[in-house]
């Protein structure tokens, strides 16, 4: 009677459904565990969604100074490391042949300078899956510990990728420059 709406059970079930149809949840959130351990910053998973990427799933670093992401919250599709890796795969012609060093890294990505991460695609069949990444402040982005966190990152994002029966596209991926 009063005009208003609201979003009901429906999309549950839905957005439910199709978590179980990947199983994505499950192959994931065991991939950014282990990179949180290994790595001892934050880690998420990243579809797009338009022109916005939702945060599908991330566990969080034991740090009290990390950024601070929840699983559904969007963010503009292209902005920072995730932005750029979606920019060379999320098309009809992926730039497989650009010569791409991944994982990529982004340092410094906002005005105030204090936040950095590294992105790799992720594969599932014949389509990108999404974007799994490592995120947390600058000044624990040393040189050293993004050489540590560069192998961590594509060791996870290859052995997901053929969970979801995308090794080819992984390997297509890796293998250009």
């Known amino acids: 009677p009063d005009k208003r709406f609201s979003l009901g059970s429906e999309l549950m079930r839905l957005g439910l459904h199709y978590m179980r149809t990947l199983r994505l949840e499950e192959h994931v959130h065991q991939a950014l565990r282990h990179l949180v351990k290994t790595t001892g910053e934050s880690a998420d998973f990243y579809r797009r969604d338009g022109d916005r990427r939702i ?8 740090h009290p100074i990390r950024e601070y992401v929840l699983e559904g919250e969007t963010r503009p599709v292209h902005a920072g490391s995730i932005g750029r890796v979606f920019s060379l795969y999320d098309t009809s012609q992926p730039s497989w042949d650009k ?13 105030t300078g204090d ?6 695609p992720v594969f599932a069949t014949t389509e990108l899956a999404g974007i799994m990444s490592i995120s947390g402040p600058t000044a624990r982005f040393t040189p050293d510990k993004l050489a540590m966190m560069r192998p961590e990152l594509l060791t996870a994002a290859e052995t997901l990728s053929r969970k979801l029966g995308g090794e080819t596209l992984w390997r297509r991926a890796m293998t250009v420059g």
Do not use: H, M, T, Y
């Not at 945060?55 to 034991?62: D, S, Y």
């Not at 791409?100 to 410094?108: F, G, M, S, T, V």
């Open 55 to 62: 945060c599908l799933f991330r566990e969080e670093c034991a």
């Open 99 to 111: 010569g791409i060093e991944l994982p990529i890294a982004e340092l410094n990505r906002r005005p």
């Open 115 to 120: 936040l950095a991460s590294v992105a790799v």
